[in-house]
């Protein structure tokens, strides 16, 4: 079992910058596949980027080139490093863990992110 714990959400104006942290806890960091999900209101959960334990990556079209994931797996935290900020990036940002080992996934509490001027 993992728990996990965003941190570095704020509010940014448009154009700017925000790096998130997700801190693992629990397990062993390195056997889990990691996640950015992102919710805005009223709409459903969905994808931003994901990192696998050997750091293959995949984003969303939504933020590719502006949104960079990664791990320290010494650390054990999972990073979003946010460029070019758009409002329509305004949403509560979820980090997620899976197993590799047996496929079951945990989620953080999530972390609010809004873009405005």
């Known amino acids: 079992q993992v728990q996990l714990v965003e941190s570095g959400g704020g509010l940014v104006q448009p154009g700017g910058s925000l790096r998130l942290s997700c801190a693992a806890s629990g397990s062993r960091f390195n056997i889990y596949t990691m996640a950015w999900y992102r919710q805005a209101p009223g709409s459903q959960r969905e994808l931003a980027a994901a990192i696998t334990p050997g750091r293959n990556t995949n984003y969303a079209d939504s933020v590719k080139g502006r949104f960079t994931i990664s791990r320290d797996n010494a650390k054990n935290t999972l990073y979003l490093q946010m460029n070019s900020l758009k409002p329509e990036d305004t949403a509560v940002y979820y980090c997620?863990?899976?197993?590799?080992?047996?496929?079951?996934?945990?989620w953080g509490q999530g972390t609010q992110v809004t873009v405005s001027s």
């Open positions: 997620k863990a899976v197993s590799t080992r047996t496929a079951i996934d945990y």
